[in-house]
C-alpha cells in the first residue's frame, strides 16, 4: 500500500514539473509580449489616442491622405533614414507580405510615412524593398506630434475612426515581440484579411534566426538560437 502512495506521489510530482516546464517552454514569450505591450511607453501614451489625418506626397508626386473613416482601418508604419536599419527592414518587408495577403486593400491601407526624406531616396525605398503600398512624406513640416515620433521606426494600427488601437516599436534581441505583435494584429484585429499564420512563414518574420514565426507563436523554438 505504501508503495503505491509513493507512486502516486512521485507521478503527481512529476506531472506537475513537466506541466510548469510546458507553460513556460509554450506560454513564456507570450506572457513576456503581454507584459511588454502592458508595459510599453506606446501603448500606455498613445493607444486610444486619434492619428491626425496627414498629407502625403508620394514618390510619383501624388497627394493623399492618411484618413481612415471610409474604411475599415489601416497600418501606419513612421520611420526615417536613420532608423533603426534592421527594425525598419523587419517593418517594410513585412508589411508588404501583409498587402500582398490581402483579399481586398479597398478595405484597408497600408501607408509608409518618411521623415525628412527626399522624394529620390522614397523611390529608392519603393524600389529596393518592391513596396505596392502608400509611401510618402508630410507636405507640412513638423506636423507629426513629438509623440508618434519619439523612437522610429514605429506602426501603428488605426481603425475607422483614425483612433490608434495599438503600436509597435520594434527591439533589437527581441525580434519574437514582432512576431508575436503581427500574429495578434492579423488574427485578433484583422481578421478579414484572411492571411493565413502558415503564409508568414514565407515572410521577413519567417526568416528570424532559429526559427519560423510559426514555430515563435507555437514556443516550439530554442529561445537562444533566436537572438541574432
Known amino acids: 500500500m505504501n508503495y503505491w502512495i509513493v507512486i502516486c506521489i512521485l507521478l503527481f510530482i512529476g506531472t506537475t514539473v513537466a506541466l510548469v516546464w510546458i ?32 498629407s502625403l506626397q508620394t514618390s510619383q508626386g501624388d497627394t493623399l491622405q492618411t484618413n481612415f473613416s471610409s474604411k475599415k482601418g489601416g497600418l501606419i508604419l513612421i520611420f526615417e533614414p536613420m532608423s533603426c536599419q534592421r527594425c525598419l527592414e523587419l517593418l517594410l518587408n513585412t508589411l508588404q507580405h501583409i498587402q500582398s495577403n490581402m483579399k481586398d486593400t479597398a478595405e484597408f491601407s497600408i501607408y509608409g510615412i518618411a521623415i525628412d526624406t527626399p522624394r529620390t531616396v522614397l523611390s529608392n525605398y519603393r524600389r529596393v524593398f518592391k513596396i505596392k503600398y502608400q509611401l510618402g512624406v508630410p507636405l507640412q513640416e513638423n506636423i507629426l506630434p ?12 488605426v481603425d475607422s475612426n483614425n483612433t490608434i488601437l495599438q503600436a509597435h516599436n520594434p527591439t533589437i534581441g527581441r525580434e519574437q515581440f514582432s512576431a ?25 518574420l519567417g526568416k528570424l534566426k532559429g526559427g519560423s514565426i510559426l514555430e515563435i507563436i507555437k514556443g516550439n ?7 541574432w
Do not use: M
Open 221 to 227: 523554438y530554442d529561445r537562444d538560437s533566436l537572438f
Open 146 to 157: 513629438t509623440r508618434l515620433v519619439n523612437s522610429t521606426p514605429i506602426v501603428f494600427l
Open 23 to 54: 507553460g513556460k517552454k509554450y506560454l513564456g514569450d507570450w506572457l513576456n509580449y503581454q507584459a511588454y505591450v502592458r508595459d510599453s511607453y506606446y501603448h500606455n501614451q498613445l493607444v486610444g489616442h486619434p492619428f491626425p489625418c496627414i
Open 180 to 204: 508575436l505583435f503581427f500574429y495578434s494584429l492579423v488574427f485578433n484585429h484583422l481578421p478579414f484579411l484572411e492571411v493565413s499564420i502558415e503564409g508568414f512563414d514565407d515572410s521577413p
